[in-house]
DNA sequence: TGATTCATGTAACTCGTTACATGATTAG
DNA sequence: CTAATCATGTAACGAGTTACATGAATCA
């Protein structure tokens, strides 16, 4: 089942949100267990606008030279609607990694490409650790009036210590292949 | 792209196999990074055999009651063709987590289904855990001629750590949410 | 002034799952 | 004997990406 619609309600949970700003949330801060492209999230903010679970709402300084997006506001029955999913049971996960697949036919024929596909991994591992320190960071240094980012402070901690896991394995591997 | 026909060939690289032999192998080994359902292997096995890409190896024990299953051997072409996508650069990964969206966007209101949800989570890190130091022990205990098995088992330490990473993560969790 | 980013959207296409069909074999 | 598993396949559907179009705003 599509959960494009889920996606776009939790995050509206927190605050209004154009198309625009719920794919760049989901690119920075979400990129390591959810993805979402536009293709997806266009056309369902018009179905879930039809449906009534969102609304568009006051798009702010149209009077100046601004140009105004279209920002989406959630209403009674879209939380109702991700309450019910909140409670429901969870598909399994998919996940697909080139890389990992690439690694687990390696043989040793094949240990120099190996090395660079590795090489870049364990980059973009690192460049990883770094979004999510500074993501950290700037929420936690906000007064957390509302409690809110408790929960996501701790989906932000498993996708840093899976992104350091991955660094540290890659780093042992590249020295392993000599 | 689609990369059906890369993991196929992957794992004739190594043995003749069926259609069903392969399904069973992603599905218990490569479970924590790739999956794929027989919508896919099928008609992607006749495409390949089309292609000459591979092609049928003589089925065991016809002659009795047995059963003939259709087992395929990869051929030079098909070695070739998997050898120049090894070397190629590889796609950026998708993955999608149902429950760590849920966790994403829990608040403490959600924090009894959250519960739910962390045991489950954490139950199915542990079983992981278990498969995969038995597979691991399985390819140790072989004696292994060709040195094919560094890197699936080097994979498999991946999927190992990531798994009890999971788990141990989900216990903290737990323990917060009281 | 020209390139890049912001911003919204759609159409075509490919990818991938699910449900179904069929039949043999094995375990209890 | 019957339920589960083995085994191969297909058709229909749904999910998801990519390429394209458009135009305003900003940056250099």
């Known amino acids: 089942m ?21 794919k760049k949330s989901i690119n920075i801060r979400m990129s390591f ?18 449906e009534g679970l969102i609304e568009q709402s006051l798009s702010e300084a149209s009077g100046k030279a601004k140009i105004e997006k279209i920002k989406y506001r959630i209403t009674p029955e879209g939380s109702q609607a991700l309450k019910r999913w909140m409670e429901a049971e969870n598909e399994k996960d998919t996940i697909r990694s080139e890389f990992l697949l690439k690694m687990y036919f390696a ?11 590795l090489t870049l991994f364990k980059e973009q591992a690192d460049q990883k650790v770094i979004l999510f320190q500074m993501f950290q960071q700037e929420l936690t240094s906000k007064i957390d009036m509302h409690n809110n980012h408790r929960q996501i402070l701790k989906v932000l901690d498993l996708g840093l210590r899976q992104a350091q896991l991955y660094s540290d394995w890659s780093r042992e591997t590249l020295e392993e292949l000599g």
Do not use: A
Not at 9 to 19: A, I, V, Y
Not at 33 to 50: D, H, N, R
């Open 2 to 22: 599509k959960k494009t619609r889920f996606v776009i309600l939790g995050l509206l949970q927190e605050e209004d949100l154009s198309g625009y700003d719920i």
């Open 33 to 50: 267990f959810w993805q979402e492209s536009y293709g997806q999230i266009y056309p369902e903010l018009s179905k879930l606008k039809e």
């Open 107 to 117: 043989t040793d024929q094949n240990s120099e490409e190996m090395k660079q596909h």
